[in-house]
């Protein structure tokens, strides 16, 4: 069975940063599409940034500059690294595999906090 495990949350400072990674098992992950999403308390789950098989990535426009995502698939992980993180920055991360429009996989979630 697929398993996509999220970690590196946790409690920061606005200002400080914090690195998520997602590893997943049982794929090939260059064959996947892979995300991350996004979801505080009352919202819709949102995508924050996304990187395709060949490397290209996007971004929300409110992590713009400040986030990173990255794949690596001999290590079969994908990571974020966020920056001058924001008390808005506060959701639970998901981290989503995507290889068709009706195959798809997600993360149990990781929580980030921003607060002093």
């Known amino acids: 069975q697929v398993q996509l495990v999220e970690s590196g949350g946790g409690l920061v400072q606005p200002g400080g940063s914090l690195r998520l990674s997602c590893v997943a098992s049982?794929?090939?992950?260059?064959?996947?599409?892979m995300a991350w999403y996004r979801q505080a308390p009352g919202k819709e789950r949102d995508v924050v940034a996304v990187?395709?098989?060949?490397?290209?990535?996007q971004y929300a426009d409110s992590v713009k500059g400040r986030f990173t995502i990255s794949r690596d698939n001999a290590e079969r992980t994908v990571s974020l690294q966020m920056n001058n993180l924001k008390p808005e920055d506060t959701a639970v991360y998901y981290c989503?595999?995507?290889?068709?429009?009706?195959?798809?996989?997600w993360g149990q979630g990781t929580q980030v906090t921003v607060s002093a």
């Open positions: 989503k595999a995507t290889a068709t429009s009706t195959l798809s996989f």
């Open positions: 049982r794929i090939t992950l260059s064959m996947y599409e």
């Open positions: 990187i395709s098989r060949g490397g290209t990535t």
